[in-house]
């Protein structure tokens, strides 16, 4: 198991829905998601206190690949491999205006936030164990993808995003 970082920084987001940050595992690995934050740093005032719409979405099939850029996820322990170093197809992106379609998404969270206060979202603590089956955490096997949309604004913001999460080889995983 090799834990990973991607940040997103200083993405702008103007008024459309925008997958903030998409992750796909390499084709002989899962990942169990144990933390997503997002934030923004340009509306200052009371009356830029929008309310943002954030879904976590599981299982679209086309990647998205206009308007944003790739995202490098880095190992927390340096002495690891890069992302993408046990096996093929992975992918992290961010940004993205043309959003992941295609499948059948599921939509595994839905919440609202005050854009003045961020989003945080993680994992039981609990969870370190990473037993698959009484895990909380948000699972991505061989194929399966991930999707963080922030749905329509009326503002633009100048948005930073983290996404951590751990990639194991498929022998790894406690089924």
């Not at 998601?33 to 979405?57: C, L, N, P």
């Not at 043309?98 to 839905?110: E, K």
Request: proline fraction near 5%.
């Amino acid at each position: 198991m090799i834990p990973y970082t991607a940040a997103l920084v200083a993405d702008s987001m103007a008024a459309a829905e925008t997958d903030i940050l998409w992750l796909k595992p390499a084709s002989v690995n899962s990942i169990a998601v144990r933390r997503i934050f997002i934030g923004q740093y340009t509306a200052e005032a009371d009356a830029q206190a929008d309310m943002i719409s954030v879904r976590i979405i599981r299982g679209f099939t086309t990647s998205p690949n206009t308007g944003g850029s790739a995202v490098v996820p880095a190992p927390l322990d340096s002495r690891r491999p890069a992302f993408g170093a046990q096996g093929t197809g992975e992918e992290c992106r961010g940004g993205d205006t043309v959003l992941a379609t295609g499948g059948t998404g599921v939509v595994l969270v839905a919440e609202t936030f005050n854009v003045m206060g961020g989003w945080y979202w993680r994992a039981p603590d609990n969870d370190h164990l990473l037993r698959r089956p009484k895990s909380r955490a948000i699972w991505l096997d061989p194929g399966e993808t991930l999707a963080v949309r922030l749905l329509t604004t009326d503002i633009t913001i100048n948005v930073n995003a983290t996404i951590d999460f751990d990639e194991m080889q498929i022998d790894e995983i406690d089924n």
